[in-house]
């Protein structure tokens, strides 16, 4: 199981930016697939998941509205579209799979 998130960058507060997990090594199609993120002393928090079709999704409170998770099984890859971004948003994001991590890509919301 491969799990190799891109995307990540220094972005202004309001900004957007797309992540991208390109996944291997499994079926994609069928597990579940999430974002997690985890800020400079903070445990890491669910962000988003998505079921296996993709017509299933949640997210935390935190960023309901702004950010949208999407999978394309053809491509075997999961994004998180993150709009209107805010300094607390800062954090390195990691795509997940049951039991696998990917390596994580950093995010950073700054002016």
């Known amino acids: 199981v491969q799990l190799v998130e891109s995307g990540g960058g220094l972005v202004q507060p309001g900004g957007s930016l797309r992540l991208s997990c390109a996944a291997s090594?499994?079926?994609?199609?069928?597990?579940?697939m999430s974002w997690y993120r985890q800020a400079p002393g903070k445990e890491r928090e669910l962000v988003a998941n998505?079921?296996?079709?993709?017509?299933?999704?949640n997210y935390a409170d935190s960023v309901k509205g702004r950010f949208t998770i999407s999978r394309d099984n053809a491509k075997n890859t999961v994004y998180l579209q993150m709009n209107s971004l805010k300094p607390e948003d800062t954090a390195v994001y990691y795509c997940?799979?049951?039991?696998?991590w990917g390596q994580g890509t950093q995010v950073i919301v700054s002016s």
């Open positions: 997940y799979r049951n039991n696998y």
């Open positions: 090594g499994f079926t994609f199609k069928s597990y579940v």
């Open positions: 998505i079921g296996t079709a993709g017509y299933s999704t």
